[in-house]
């Protein structure tokens, strides 16, 4: 079962991965994977905008296909909204699973369709401009290498 | 037919709203038509609809083609291509 978080709050990935492996004996990898804001061309701020009726459908029906294509015996998404400055958190995917091969694929694959499938929008705050982010074909192209 | 329109990101604020509830002759209806009637309602809509390759819709909260049907009492969402994730450049 794979549990969706949407929220402002920071998050703690170590907690997360901790949550997923105690009490039990029977996971042998756990893959957890941090976005983070990166600042480094002049960015101060972003703020994301989500659909909050569709948004935890849409990553649950993400982790539904992550589930349908590997085992996987646990696992966590969460994405953050609201303003974020560089070095903040934004997005965690921890998967948990008897071997490794199927926790990376897995997060990898969930991280491919969490950027053309989830309906967030980003706008940035550059040299005191604000501009929305936006959707490149590259992320099309690396979701589509799944089907 | 009524549909409850909720728009996103620089399609909200090229409309100046989050969302309306609006009614449209005939009982069935599709994505294009609704933009149709919509862009003729302002320039702030007719702005946020001007390229429709740079738009995304959803029907009670799943995608849709813009040649998708759309029943009456939907909630049509319309937005710009997602930027889940982290930055990209």
Redesign the interface.
């Known amino acids: 079962m794979i549990i969706v978080r949407v929220q402002t709050e920071a998050f703690d990935p170590a907690a997360v991965s901790s949550t997923l492996s105690a009490g039990r004996t029977d996971i042998g990898a756990i893959v957890t994977f941090t976005g983070l804001v990166r600042g480094d061309d002049g960015l101060s701020a972003m703020t994301l905008e989500h659909y909050p009726a569709m948004t935890e459908k849409a990553l649950t029906k993400i982790a539904a296909e992550a589930e349908s294509r590997w085992h996987i015996l646990g696992g966590t998404i969460i994405h953050r909204y609201g303003r974020l400055e560089p070095g903040d958190n934004i997005v965690l995917v921890a998967i948990a699973s008897s071997h490794r091969a199927d926790a990376f694929a897995a997060a990898e694959f969930l991280m491919d369709w969490l950027k053309t499938d989830a309906p967030f929008w980003k706008k940035e705050e550059v040299d005191g401009k604000d501009r929305w982010v936006e959707a490149r074909k590259v992320d099309e192209a690396r979701k589509s290498r799944w089907d | 037919m009524r549909l409850h329109l909720?728009y996103?990101?620089?399609v909200r604020e090229r409309i100046g709203k989050d969302g309306e509830s609006l009614d449209f002759p005939g009982s069935a209806i599709t994505v294009a038509g609704v933009i149709r009637a919509l862009a003729a309602r302002g320039p702030g809509y007719a702005s946020a609809f001007e390229d429709l390759s740079c738009l995304r819709f959803?029907c009670d909260?799943?995608?849709i083609d813009i040649d998708a049907s759309i029943h009456d009492g939907a909630?049509l969402?319309i937005?710009?291509?997602?930027?889940?994730?982290?930055?990209?450049?």
């Open positions: 909720v996103f990101a620089w959803a909260q799943e995608f909630e969402a937005f710009p291509p997602v930027t889940g994730g982290m930055r990209r450049r």
